[in-house]
């Protein structure tokens, strides 16, 4: 806890490796990794297939156990944690995947308002439909708010996900390839979101992409080769 007075940086890794399988089986796919994610800001990590991005995306999300390095969390060590302080963890986050687990009898609404029933601090309902109404209406889904997913496209259904990831304005938003399902012009309303989050409340994006057309967006690109960070460059045409 002291520690997490600190530090002023969301996510510090030093050191960090990781390995899947068993005896023969076991291959090391993250390599000593060390970074320094700086708050408030849009990352990007690049790479080609198989480098580690959503390993080491979901290492920092606190969604695998960390076997050797420190990982360092809000504040908080991930290597060693007990569940209940890693639950904790994971009410401060929005994920956003490239599957969308929407629940298919909930409607559009009623499915960004779950991104609002664990957190503690919950306002009143109406209030939270006019937040849910609000997200959904600035990403385009004005006209869809009743609709059960069914009735969604990909692409909509993408955007219900993205909404209930940011609804409870979370401190980090961890995102694999959330703009994949889109066309150009979702994608940019989807990322140009999240930057906004990060100027108005100091939100702090990880996005694990391949889509050229939101680079110039990012604050900063870090691309992944063979499990090693390979170049981390401050995105200087924003
Ligand atoms: N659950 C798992 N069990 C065993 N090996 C795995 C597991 N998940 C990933 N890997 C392996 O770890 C390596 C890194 O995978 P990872 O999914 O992190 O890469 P990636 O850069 O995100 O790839 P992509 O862009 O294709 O999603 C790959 O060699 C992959 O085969």
């Not at 009410?91 to 609002?116: C, D, K, P, W």
């Not at 439909?129 to 959904?136: F, G, R």
């Not at 219900?160 to 304005?169: D, H, K």
């Not at 110039?216 to 924003?238: C, F, H, P, Q, Y």
Request: aromatic share 4%.
């Amino acid at each position: 806890m002291l520690q997490a007075a600190k530090q002023k940086s969301p996510i510090l890794l030093t050191g960090v490796n990781h390995w899947f399988g068993i005896g023969e089986a076991r291959k090391q796919v993250i390599f000593d990794v060390d970074l320094e994610i700086n708050p408030g800001e849009l990352t990007i990590l690049m790479g080609p297939s198989g480098s580690g991005k959503t390993t080491l995306l979901t290492l920092m999300g606190c969604l695998r156990e960390v076997q050797k390095g420190d990982l360092f969390l809000l504040g908080h060590q991930l290597r060693g944690a007990e569940e209940e302080e890693k639950e904790f963890l994971r009410r401060q986050l929005g994920f956003i995947f490239q599957a969308h687990n929407l629940h298919e009898s909930l409607t559009a609404t009623q499915n960004v308002l779950m991104g609002l029933a664990v957190h503690p601090a919950s306002d009143r309902v109406e209030r939270q439909v006019e937040a849910a109404h609000h997200i959904l209406s600035s990403l385009g889904l004005e006209d869809r708010l009743d609709y059960l997913p069914a009735n969604l496209s990909g692409g909509q259904k993408q955007r219900v996900a993205v909404a209930r990831a940011l609804v409870s304005r979370p401190d980090i938003v961890f995102a694999d390839e959330p703009t994949a399902a889109l066309d150009k012009e979702s994608g940019l309303a989807v990322v140009r979101m999240l930057k906004g989050m990060g100027e108005a409340f100091g939100t702090t994006t990880l996005m694990v992409t391949h889509d050229n057309r939101i680079l110039e967006l990012a604050d900063r690109i870090i691309t992944m080769e063979e499990g090693a960070i390979v170049s981390d460059n401050v995105n200087r045409k924003i």
